[in-house]
């Protein structure tokens, strides 16, 4: 059974960075995409960033030039770079993997998931 354990949340006043980490527990193979969404109370869940397999990475305009996602194999670990962090990013953050390999083109979209995390919360102050 897949088991996803987020850490490295935390509050930081805005223009710090922080870096989340994700480690994949019970799957020896890196998952066919994975990625890191955020919610906050009374929003749905939005994708943040996503990366596949061969390393590809897709982010959300919100982020763009601002966060890094990237991936390590041994141990298999999904890390996710927060630079230049903004009030409006915070949020509970979640790391998510599609095990069934089976996906949309929409990498960024919740539905492609069947795996996540218990949440990290990132608080960014003004």
């Known amino acids: 059974q897949v088991h996803l354990v987020d850490s490295g949340g935390g509050s930081v006043q805005a223009g710090g960075s922080l870096r989340l980490s994700c480690g994949v527990s019970g799957y020896t193979v890196w998952p066919s995409i994975s990625a890191w969404f955020r919610q906050v109370p009374g929003k749905e869940r939005e994708g943040v960033a996503a990366?596949?397999?061969?390393?590809?990475?897709k982010y959300a305009d919100s982020v763009k030039g601002r966060f890094t996602i990237s991936k390590d194999g041994a141990p298999v670990t999904l890390y996710l770079q927060m630079n230049s962090l903004k009030p409006e990013d915070t949020a509970m953050y979640f790391c998510a993997a599609n095990t069934v390999g089976l996906y949309t083109a929409e990498w960024l979209g919740a539905s492609n998931y069947d795996t996540w995390s218990q949440g990290t919360q990132v608080t960014v102050s003004s």
């Open positions: 990366i596949g397999r061969d390393g590809r990475a």
